[in-house]
């Protein structure tokens, strides 16, 4: 096993989605306003994918089944990418800010 | 190689079968490699950068490095689609969002959060840690591929075995874009 064969192997792709997972929930935790963990959300959403299209690849026999799920979870990203700048803009205009200590009072 | 290898190298398999040879191998894998690099360096960006706007930056490089990864799994179709809605069109309006919301970091100087210093890296790297040692633990079955999974096959198969969720997610959509919109609007006349 070479270096540079290296994008013929699972788990290559599997070990580069869970670091990116990693990514992800740190910066989901660490990130103290609204963007920011939208950002990060976005990072877990791609390792997701990764991992599909991965498996997908290597061990499915039938390879569009991934790749169409995989084009429905952009989708779905978009959607939700959308959704929470619209929710995050309506924030910071009530509250003049998108610091999520700020925003604490929006729980129930 | 047996026959299952050469159905599923698709793309990169007519590459190296061209004449090229083994140089079209190691230039593959090199590149391979510095997109693999991109991918972590951006998400590191991506999660680290103190102003927002370089976390986007990060954010959009990371999405270029996975566009390369998708390609290398076989679906150029899908590296476009990542490219042209993840680089242009999420990164672009989570930029709008910073230009709008004006999120500063480092503005309050209250007490950081718990989680962002050590405790968040140790959850972080044993996620990473159990998920990494599961992958590479576990013995995958390979299944024989039926197809080769090229692009007029998803169409027809988006259309026809998958159309009920192909409409189901275009509602989804719109319903996004009406909600975005509502809630956006929502206290602007004020």
């Known amino acids: ?108 | 190689m047996n026959t299952t290898d050469q159905i599923s190298s698709g793309i990169l398999g007519i590459l190296t079968t061209d004449g090229l040879g083994g140089f079209a191998d190691e230039a593959a894998g090199i590149i391979f490699l510095m997109m693999l690099a991109t991918t972590l360096i951006g998400g590191i960006i991506a999660f680290n950068a103190r102003q927002l706007i370089h976390a986007v930056q990060g954010l959009a490089v990371c999405f270029i490095g996975v566009a390369a990864i998708y390609y290398y799994l076989n679906s150029p179709f899908l590296a476009m689609m990542q490219m042209l809605i993840y680089v242009g069109a999420v990164c672009i309006t989570i930029s709008f969002a910073i230009l709008l919301a004006a999120p500063e970091e480092d503005k309050k100087q209250g007490p950081p959060s718990v989680l962002s210093g050590p405790f968040g890296i140790i959850t972080a790297g044993m996620i990473a840690f159990a998920m990494v040692s599961l992958a590479l633990k576990t013995e995958f079955t390979i299944m024989p591929k039926v197809n080769m999974g090229d692009m007029k096959l998803i169409g027809s198969k988006l259309l026809t075995t998958y159309s009920m969720v192909f409409e189901l997610v275009s509602i989804v959509l719109l319903i996004a874009i009406i909600g975005s919109l509502v809630i956006g609007r929502k206290g602007r006349s004020k």
């Open chain 1, 1 to 108: 096993m070479s270096i540079l064969n290296l994008h013929n192997y699972l788990n290559t792709y599997l070990v580069l989605a869970a670091l990116l997972f990693a990514m992800g929930v740190y910066g989901m935790v660490s990130r103290r306003t609204l963007v920011g963990m939208l950002i990060s959300a976005e990072l877990i959403l791609a390792a997701a994918s990764i991992n599909f299209m991965a498996f997908n690849r290597f061990t499915a026999p039938d390879p569009t089944v991934g790749q169409i799920f995989a084009l429905f979870i952009m989708a779905i990203a978009a959607a939700e990418a959308a959704i929470g700048l619209s929710i995050t803009i309506a924030v910071y205009r009530n509250y003049k800010s998108v610091d999520i200590e700020d925003i604490v009072d929006l729980k129930g």
